[in-house]
């Protein structure tokens, strides 16, 4: 089984701050990967897909990369609408989610 | 638009069963693979389930295979999950999410609470 590690599992940054967030699978998935936001009480929301290509109507301040084993989701301008949770899923084999990433507010 | 609405969940004793349904519209159910996902309290989300399309292959996480069975009526544009021999760490958020050609899940339920508990 593929296992995904993200770091950190928590963060605090200001709005406007650039916030990067990485995740790790335990063996290649290409670039089978995906990034998901998800606020407290709600679903959560695909951001990115393939690794770095932005879901529509996702704001162009986030962006993703990475291949093989080593991902990063970047958010360019913290913006107050962001402080969330973050999770990474391979889809290489079949689903993984990492143990997600807590954005919240310094 | 899309809406992935579930419903089913419920308080049952450990060993029991449930049977959980997501109800679809906005999209042509019968062309995509749905997923479920479930989240405990205060924790991550952990992938439960897939079904093809037309129901052709199912796949389960370790946890729950021989215990849980996805299954879908495209005639009804429902998906359900069969949950039996529950136990306490199965208590969850369950949301159901279409699949979007086995890259990711694109569309998401808001969720249905089980909670097993005696």
């Known amino acids: 089984d593929i296992q995904m590690t993200q770091s950190p599992s928590s963060l605090s940054a200001s709005v406007g701050d650039r916030v990067t967030i990485t995740c790790r699978a335990s063996q290649s998935i290409s670039g089978y990967l995906n990034w998901y936001q998800q606020k407290p009480g709600k679903a959560p929301k695909l951001l990115i897909y393939a690794a770095s290509s932005l879901q529509s109507g996702v704001p162009s301040r986030f962006s993703g990369s990475g291949s093989g084993t080593d991902f990063t989701l970047t958010i360019s301008s913290l913006q107050p609408e962001d402080f969330a949770t973050y999770y990474c899923q391979q889809t290489y084999s079949l689903f993984t989610f990492g143990p997600g990433t807590k954005v919240d507010i310094k | 638009q899309v809406q992935l609405v579930e419903s089913g969940g419920g308080v049952v004793q450990p060993g029991g069963s449930l049977r959980l349904s997501c109800r679809a519209s906005?999209?042509?159910?019968?062309?995509?693979?749905m997923h479920w996902v479930r989240q405990a309290p205060g924790k991550g989300l952990d992938w439960v389930s897939f079904i093809r399309y037309d129901g052709s292959n199912k796949y389960y996480a370790d946890s729950v295979k021989g215990r849980f069975t996805i299954s879908r009526d495209n005639s009804k544009n429902t998906l359900y999950l069969q949950m039996s021999v529950l136990r306490a760490e199965d208590t969850a958020v369950y949301y159901c999410a279409k699949d979007q050609s086995g890259s990711c899940l694109d569309y998401w339920g808001q969720g249905t609470l089980v909670i097993v508990s005696s």
């Open positions: 906005g999209f042509t159910f019968s062309s995509y693979g």
